[in-house]
């Protein structure tokens, strides 16, 4: 009998409002959509919220020194990347960061090229942004979704100010390679594109071949022209304390992303920057052990019978392939089935849905159960048996 990990416990989430959780009301739906995962945060985040809970007085706040030291710190452990505080932006979400570099690159007949599927808010950003979208499909290459060249040479525009990457991939589960990094900043510097790369899932690495790299990093040249945008929270686990980072070397660019902020920003609380700040010092074996139980869950995925999967290099999130099931509403099919998953249209991937595997492995077990039968009785009736 292995013995029981910290993350086998399973929490009742339905009682605090969870959005994943409390989606599906009173139906037997295991949740498996959203990307939040199901365990307790870390003790070292936990009691950094306490103390702070402890002050009493949770008023407006300024951006806490030792937050900025802790995510500096963290970039040179992790990446040997070492940024000024000057280039940082800190703001309540990613998601804020995506719709910011967006309009900081904004021209009037402006364009923003992105490689889909992708973590669907990427896909509003261009119209948020008054500009128009490109969206160039990824390619499958063995057991690989990579980057189409071709294609994006084809659809790139004069106008094209902006490319957006989500690295690790969100939903592909693709953590880019150096090559393939080097060739997309190349792309980048010949069409003058700016790009924006969100990295928050870039401590999720599955794969033992493979290690992130913040495509900021491969040099000044590349970094000139980068946004990268950074949180603990998806590591974490702690979503809902709204608190991420950009990192914006050219100093114009940095002030265009600033004034796009306006009034429309809010700041970020004080129990987030707490629990942010103890996430980037943390150094302990919690990120191993997360890893390593998410690699076991992510194996026992890659066993289901009748699963068309590539393997998940990064994050904790599957893209199942179900186009050979001839649905119409994937979703609604395996909601039937009792699961909740994240169907692949609002991604730009039709035919797919989104498996969340960062879960107690019990519970993953039931949702598997589920999914073998789900596609079990659909391989049957495509098969008109
Ligand atoms: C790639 C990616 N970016 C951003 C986010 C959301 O970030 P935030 O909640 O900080 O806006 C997610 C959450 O699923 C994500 O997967």
Known sequence: MPSASRFDLEIDRRDSWSTKWNRYGDRDVLPFWVADMDFRAPDCVLDAVRTRLDHGVLGYTQIPAPLTEAFRAWLQRGYGWQ??????????????????????????????????????????????????PIHVGMQRSGERWVIDFDAMGKAVKPHTRLIMISNPQNPTGRAYSRAELTELAAFAERHDLIICSDEIHCSLILDDKTVHTPIASLSEVVAKRTITLFAATKTYNIPGLSCAVAVIPDAKLRMRFKAARRDLVPGIGPLAFAASAAAFNDQSDWVPSLVA?????????????????????????????????????????????????????????????????????????????????????????AQGR
């Not at 990613?94 to 669907?120: K, R």
């Open 83 to 132: 940024v000024p505080k000057e280039w940082l932006v800190w703001l309540p979400g990613v998601v804020t960061g995506l719709n910011l570099s967006a309009m900081a690159a904004a021209t009037p007949q402006g364009s923003v090229l992105i490689p889909t599927p992708v973590y669907y808010p990427f896909l509003a950003v261009p119209n948020n942004a008054q500009q128009q």
């Open 293 to 381: 139980y998410l690699r076991g869950n992510h194996a026992r995925l890659a066993e289901v019978a009748g699963l068309r999967m590539t393997p998940v290099e990064a994050t904790y999130l599957a893209w199942i392939d179900v186009s050979d099931l001839g649905l119409d509403d994937p979703a609604a099919y395996f909601e039937q089935h009792g699961l909740g998953l994240s169907d692949g249209r609002p991604f730009a991937g039709p035919g797919f849905v989104r498996f969340n595997f960062g879960c107690p492995r019990a519970q993953l077990e039931r949702g598997l159960e589920r999914l073998e039968k789900a596609l079990q009785v659909r391989g049957e009736h």
